[in-house]
Every structure is written in structure tokens, then in C-alpha cells.
């Protein structure tokens, strides 16, 4: 069916086109209209209210669960509830307890350079004790009976036996083919292929001491993948940013695709003011890769934290050791409106956002499937 750029149809006409030209198997399985999840973005950036409309909207809306404590969680999954009927996800990071290590004397000049700057007294030289939370948070989830359940960072083990076994539909992230298909072996419904081009931390297995994690690309990460698992759903993410990425991401074997970056500054995102005014002016070579805030690599907006780790050649604590030290330095920047000494996880693709001016996360959803099917109406004229 062929459908004209400017052919303007009543909103329950439109869900159906919609539905028509964009519908996967990947909608099927999770009981969605539109082939799309919104990321879980951990840190206090995903709010119940955005969880709720992108799944109001057709897509899958996901929490943002890591680094939540497990009744914040529950209270967050219970206002998801009140908002929506639809399905949505929780996200959690999967991480073995750190080894011990020794605070070198570089980082420990580091730090205290870092604190003196967004104000804070000379660190004490006491390593945060590490306090893991996942068991109680995924109790929350299960108890809570959330539809689906994602995990980064590894394989999702026992965790995802018993999403499973409750009856959750399970979601694994690969950065290679070998990762996605031991997510496979484990029974995941889908793998997030996440391509190089992507903002957050990498979901590479094991990154080891050093380096930035797999970056493969998304157009080559991608048809790899679709071939590599032919009965698995693959979720594209990575530098989707409008409705051509969409087309893209379908033509090169998606089922659905997976957007963090674009939701960053809608209404309902709890992103700091000063982060958002960051994002607003980026260019397209600012999201580098560090371990300077968390050990673990992970890409965003580069500034005078990560300059400084990066120029001092600088060996981080192991993740998550390294994220608890650093964590007083970024909360005194969000009190200070400090953006230097944050954590501004962001995509290669987040120019895009300065031309999009404010919207909410429902109509992001809204936007990129209209402009995908302009995508897909040029290619038809072209053909």
C-alpha cells in the first residue's frame, strides 16, 4: 500500500498505516505496535512518565533500573503501572562483585584535583565499599510481575531463568556476534545489537583493564547479527537518531530499533538542565569513550573530567569501584550546574537533537515512524 508524503489521515487511520508498513515480529513477541524501544538509561534519567508514553505510543518504554535502590525501583515500576496498561521493561546491569585494587598515587591526584574543583574537601583516601543491590532489585522486579526484562554488561545467567520462568519476556545486549549468540543460547527473546556509534557504556562481556570495549559500527555490526540469528528478533542501536535511521536499521535486519540519545532532552526525561543545554550544543566528534567516571567504558560529550583522565594517561579502578569514587564529584557538578564534571553519556548522532527542538517522548515516537514513512514513500518514487 502507498501512502502520500502529505496525505493527512485521522490519528486512528494513521496508527494503522502505521502498524501496516512497520509491523515486525518483534511486535508480535512483545505485544507492541511499533518496532521500537526507548534505552534504559541508567542514573536518574529515564522517569516513570517517559517509561509510560513511549509504551502509551506504540513502542517499548524502559526503566532505567541500575544504581536504583530496590524500593525507589519498586515505587518507580508501581508509577509506570498507574500510567500505563501497556508492556514495558526494566533494565539492570549485570556485574561480578570488583577485585581489590590499589588506589595509584596519579589517580589519587586526580581526584582530589577533580574534588577541589566542583568544591569538595581533599578525598579522604577510603575506597567506597561496594554494595550490590541486584539480587533485591530483581526480587522487585519479579514481585512486581514487570513484562520484560533486559540486561547489559553480560549473560544474564540466573537472572534471566527466572524472568523466564515468571513468564518476562527477556532482552540480552551484544557488541559482537559471539556475545549475541550465547545470549541466544541462554533463551533470550531478542538481542540489542548495540553498533560503536552508541551513547552509555559499552555492553561488551569482558572489557578488561583497558581500552573502549567492541565498537564495531552499525552497518556492519547489524547484517551480521540478523544472519547470525535468523529465529532471534535483533533490536538495532547506535546512532538512530530520526526516521531514517529507522528505514536503515529494518533494511539491514532489524526487527525493532533502540533509541537512548534522541530521549535524552524530551519533557519527561530527569536529565540535569545543565547536561540538556550540553546536548543542545554538541557536535558529532564530541562523544568520546572513557573509563574516567565509572571504569567501565562508556561514550559521551568529552569535558574537562574525561580531558584531564584521558591527557594524564590515567588507569581507572576496576567498574563499579571506580563509579562510587567518582560520585561525589558529580553530584557537587549537578549541584553547581557544572557540566564539566559530569557524566554526559550521549551518542554520535546527537547533533540531530539540535534542530528537534522540545518535545515529549511520546511525540519522538510519533515523529520517527511519520518520517520513516517519508523514508520509505521517497524510496518507493525513486524506484
Known sequence: ??????????????????EELFHTRFCDLFSIRLPLVQAGMAGNITSPQMVAAVSEAGGLGTLGGAYMKPDALRQAIRQVKELTKKPFSVNLLISDEPPQAAVSPELTDWINQMRA???LDAWSGEVPDYVNDL???????????????????QLPGRYGQAAKQAGMKLIGMATTVAEALALQAEGVDAVVAQ??????????????????GETVGMMALLPLMADALPDTPVIAAGGIMDGRGVVAALALGADAVQLGTRFLACEESLAHRAYK???AQAKETEPQITRAFSGRPARGLS?????????????????PLQNSLTREIRNAAAKNNQAEYMSLWAGQGVPQLAKKGSETAGEIVESLFAEARQVLNRIGRLG
Open 277 to 279: 543545554e550540553k546536548l
Open 1 to 18: 500500500m502507498r501512502y502520500a508524503d502529505s496525505e493527512k489521515l485521522p490519528a486512528h487511520e494513521e496508527e494503522t498505516v502505521m
Open 303 to 319: 569535558n574537562r573530567l574525561m580531558e584531564t583522565f584521558a591527557r594524564q594517561q590515567l588507569t581507572s579502578l576496576p567498574y
Open 195 to 212: 553498533g560503536g556509534e552508541a551513547g552509555g557504556h559499552r555492553g561488551t562481556f569482558s572489557v578488561g583493564p583497558s581500552g573502549n
Open 117 to 119: 574543583e566542583v568544591g
Open 135 to 153: 539480587d533485591e532489585c530483581f526480587s522487585v522486579i519479579l514481585d512486581e510481575k514487570v513484562p520484560v526484562f533486559s540486561v547489559a554488561f
